[in-house]
């Protein structure tokens, strides 16, 4: 079977205004161009404030863009809401979905999360699907169920595997420079694949949470990890660059 090729997510999460974002995205394409070609994709998720600005920025360059949510509907009276199709209409191919601090902060449900990924597919974005445990969930040993649990109920019945990204975020690991083991990684992997069924073959599967330049190598030299989610660290250009390269480890 052909391997999987390996993708890096950068998600901004809150942080950037128009000219530091810009500078950002600007520096971030200016080493892409110099590394051409990649033997990996690049995909940065800045808050929707500078999507356009961005979209127009990175447009022909090897970088591509995501969103950080999406609503569940195509249009309508849902004030301060995004849909999946004006993402986008914005030049937009990806959207995280799921992610922990929208399931913990917002209260996020895996149903809900399943109809905004239907709705992410329908508009021809890929949805990065995020699933992980807290850390009650670890500590009771719930872990497999958990991950087993969200994969089967955030997917939609006809989702579809080639527009579909899974990213395993523990989310006791986000914002906290805790980690599972890169073995730990692999196996969490490998229960997200069989819970996949006949697409863990092919959908990609990345871990998020803590992800440093220091730490990146460990992850990546796993076969069973696909790529990184990279939050904070992903808004400095050299240091998710130094993470990127451990792609081509
Ligand atoms: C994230 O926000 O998806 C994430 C993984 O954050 P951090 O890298 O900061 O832990």
Redesign the pocket.
């Known amino acids: 079977m052909a391997k999987r090729r390996r993708l890096v997510v950068g ?1 901004w ?1 809150m942080y950037g205004r128009l000219t530091s974002g810009l500078v950002l995205a600007r520096d971030l394409v200016e080493q892409a161009e110099a590394r051409k070609p990649l033997h990996f994709d690049m995909v940065i998720c800045p808050p929707v404030t500078l999507t356009w600005a961005i979209s127009e920025t990175i447009m022909g360059t090897p970088l591509m863009l995501g969103a950080q949510d999406c609503h569940t509907a195509t249009h309508g009276a849902y004030t301060g809401d995004i849909s999946a199709a004006q993402l986008a209409d914005l030049g937009c191919r990806y959207v ?1 979905l799921g ?1 922990s ?1 929208r399931r913990l902060k917002h209260g996020e449900s895996n149903q809900l999360i399943a109809q905004k990924l239907e709705a992410a597919q329908l508009a021809g974005l890929t949805a990065i699907l ?1 699933v992980g445990e807290t850390a009650e969930q670890l500590a009771s040993g719930s872990t497999t169920d958990i991950i087993t649990r969200q994969v089967q109920e955030c997917l939609p019945e006809k989702y579809r595997a080639a527009h579909l990204v899974i ?1 395993y ?1 523990p989310a006791w ?4 420079g805790q980690q599972p083991a890169p073995d730990t990684i692999a196996e969490v992997h490998k229960i997200i694949r069989q819970a996949l069924g006949i697409a863990g073959e092919t959908v990609q599967i990345l871990y ?4 440093s330049p220091a730490n990146a190598e460990a992850i990546l030299l796993q076969d069973e990890v696909d790529g990184v ?6 808004i400095n250009s050299d240091g998710f660059w130094a993470i990127a390269e451990k792609c081509n480890a």
């Open positions: 998600n999460k995280i992610h601090e995020c990213a975020e690991a986000i914002g906290t998020g949470g803590s992800v989610l990279v939050g904070s660290a992903s």
